[in-house]
């Protein structure tokens, strides 16, 4: 019988596969839109192909609520009561701290699968500085940060509240997720960029439903177990703390759902490298960019915390909710990542 352990390897190593036959990244579409990165006169097709994700996650995640299979409302990213302030400080800290490190977590966990060992700094700043932040002695800047800007709601999502006031389930989630939804395929598809590339569109497709899997991952699983675990998906800021916590000291602990996920993306990401003979070792090219890649990476391990999320984990897995909380992390995300492409592109001219 498989465990919730082995669920989540599978699912980290379908999602690490995927996003390196796709090469999916939220950043590598900022740059693109930006003209930046292999700009091309039709798109931004990596950003493209993330809107597409998302799309598919929203309709895929809203679509096993309305059945009934899994309670988006109890997901661990959607919350009631959450600091604004926080989380859009959390989400600007994460943004910037992806651009300095040119990679997010769950990119630098893909780069690392090929032989990239610039990643491999990042990711242990990022580890480490969220596990500070969650247990440590960042955890008292972390509690006065969420201090400001509070807000309590009745729901702590759009289809709840607007069932709240009213309507029925089906027009509510048609309302939330269809229209939202039905924007992001038009961007996804207006252009033909992301068309003409297969491998990105395929594993947009694939990642965003993905994201509904693990919904019903976690809620199998609760109902077959009487420990029951946090309703949870793809996210890797929280799970990457946990599992560098976990390699120090394992007696006595018991490994959850989110190392497990990691530890899958490595290894699917690595037997895509393997299959697209595309690995091949890479460090530094100079000591700054290694003083950026660890500044970055120390950034998004707090501010991934304060956001309760990354670039996926809020950007994809929160979103797919329609939580409210997530959406100034993931307005954080977005605007601080284009603050730090801004500046280095008028320093480069």
């Given at each position: 019988m498989m465990t919730l352990l082995w669920a989540g390897f599978l699912l980290?190593?379908?999602?690490?596969?995927?996003?390196r036959l796709g090469r999916f990244c939220l950043l590598r579409g900022l740059r693109q839109a930006m003209g930046k990165d292999g700009e091309q006169r039709d798109g931004a097709p990596a950003l493209q192909a993330f809107a597409l994700a998302l799309a598919v996650a929203l309709l895929a995640s809203q679509g096993l609520a309305f059945l009934g299979q899994v309670d988006l409302n109890a997901a661990q990213v959607a919350r009631s009561n959450f600091s604004w302030i926080g989380a859009l400080t959390g989400g600007l800290l994460f943004g910037v701290g992806m651009a300095l490190a040119r990679s997010c977590g769950a990119r630098s966990l893909v780069l690392l699968a090929g032989g990239n060992l610039r990643s491999f700094v990042t990711l242990l700043c990022l580890a480490l500085a969220a596990q500070a932040s969650l247990t440590g002695v960042l955890a008292p800047v972390r509690l006065w940060l969420q201090g400001f800007g509070a807000v309590a709601?009745?729901?702590p999502t759009l289809p709840a509240q607007l069932q709240g006031s009213g309507l029925s389930a089906a027009v509510a989630i048609a309302l939330a997720a269809g229209v939202p939804a039905l924007g992001l395929l038009i961007y996804a598809f207006k252009q033909p960029a992301l068309r003409s590339s297969f491998a990105q569109l395929i594993s947009a497709v694939v990642i965003g439903l993905l994201i509904?899997?693990?919904?019903?991952?976690t809620t199998y699983f609760n109902a077959e177990s009487f420990e029951p675990v946090a309703l949870t998906s793809l996210s890797f800021v929280g799970p990457l703390a946990e599992g560098l916590l976990y390699l120090q000291t394992a007696v006595g602990r018991t490994l959850g759902i989110g190392p497990a996920i990691v530890a899958g993306t490595l290894a699917g990401a690595f037997l895509m490298a393997v299959l697209t003979r595309?690995?091949?070792f890479e460090v530094f090219?100079?000591?700054?960019r290694m003083v950026a890649s660890a500044i970055g990476g120390l950034m998004m391990g707090f501010g991934?915390?304060?956001?309760?999320g990354c670039s996926i984990g809020q950007g994809l897995t929160g979103l797919s909710t329609l939580a409210f909380a997530s959406i100034p992390s993931m307005t954080g995300i977005v605007v601080g990542a284009l603050i730090i492409l801004a500046l280095q592109a008028r320093t480069n001219n």
């Open positions: 980290g190593a379908v999602f690490g596969a995927f996003a709601l009745t729901h509904a899997v693990g919904w019903w991952t595309s690995v091949r090219d100079s000591p700054s991934g915390v304060l956001a309760v």
